[in-house]
């Protein structure tokens, strides 16, 4: 088996993980192996569900996309005919 460590993990991190463990009567290691486990299948690198998000996200953040080529050209050709 592999071994794992974590480093700067933030103290209320930390600690909310640990009541965690101490609540389902686990060790901290025995809580976060099962966590991990139990989360492993959804961490898929390619999920696509996961990447639509993600250009969703973007395509938000970018606001409105530029016009393209041709819509450029013809909307400068308009303003020249005025």
Partial sequence: MANLTIKNLPDDVYERLKESAQERRQSLNGFLVSLLIEQAPRLRKN????????????????????????????????????
């Fill in 47 to 82: 999920d696509v569900e996961s990447v639509l998000r993600r250009v969703r996200q973007l395509r938000e953040e970018a606001g409105p996309m530029p016009e393209t080529g041709s819509e450029l050209l013809r909307r400068i050709r308009d303003d020249e005919a005025l």
